[in-house]
């Protein structure tokens, strides 16, 4: 079998992974514990989130020619990708709060519905909520002028 034939199964999972994904974000891992990597991916995987290394080739020959091709600068030393295919923001909140705690993980560049963000606006992405979060405020927001009002009028009974 030639080498061409053994790469071939594995850029079409890379390019099945990145096609209809919200939000893909590459990470350099280098210097992560075993035990801090089996966290990370922990976290991941319960998100939802895809989080893979493959060769830089590999990556660059998978996303040639689609959106995803501006990776291609941020392709250099050991890369990890984070890709979910539900919530946009979730490989970037996930990723950049456990930089927090395993500093030696940086974030490369990362792409969100379908734009490029560099690694100083991908941490700026990370800090926006899941949509669930952002609708229970809205929610929330809406709901309490109503109870507010409520209790007015409920106070305006009781007196009377």
């Known amino acids: ?9 594995i850029i079409e999972e890379i390019k099945s992974a990145f096609d209809g994904s919200k939000g893909s974000v590459l990470a350099d891992y280098r ?3 075993v035990a801090e990597d089996t966290d990370l991916r922990k976290q991941l995987r ?3 989130v895809l989080y893979k290394v493959y060769k830089n080739t590999y990556i660059k020959r998978a996303i040639a020619g689609t959106l995803y091709e501006a990776f291609s600068a941020n392709l250099e030393g050991p890369t ?3 890709i979910s295919k539900t919530d946009a923001t979730a490989p970037a909140r996930i990723l950049a709060k ?3 705690t395993a500093p030696k993980l940086e974030l490369k560049a990362g792409i ?3 734009t490029y963000y560099d690694a100083k606006s991908i941490l700026t992405i990370a800090e926006i909520p899941s949509r669930e979060e952002l609708l229970s405020r809205l929610l929330g927001s809406m709901k309490s002028p109503i109870t507010n009002f409520a209790r007015v009028l409920n106070q305006i009974a009781e007196k009377k």
Do not use: D, I, R, Y
Not at 1 to 9: D, H
């Open 112 to 114: 969100v519905e379908g």
């Open 98 to 100: 456990f930089s927090k």
């Open 31 to 33: 210097g992560l514990t």
């Open 46 to 48: 319960e998100a939802g």
């Open 80 to 82: 990890a990708v984070a």
């Open 1 to 9: 079998m030639a080498k061409v034939e053994l790469k071939a199964p």
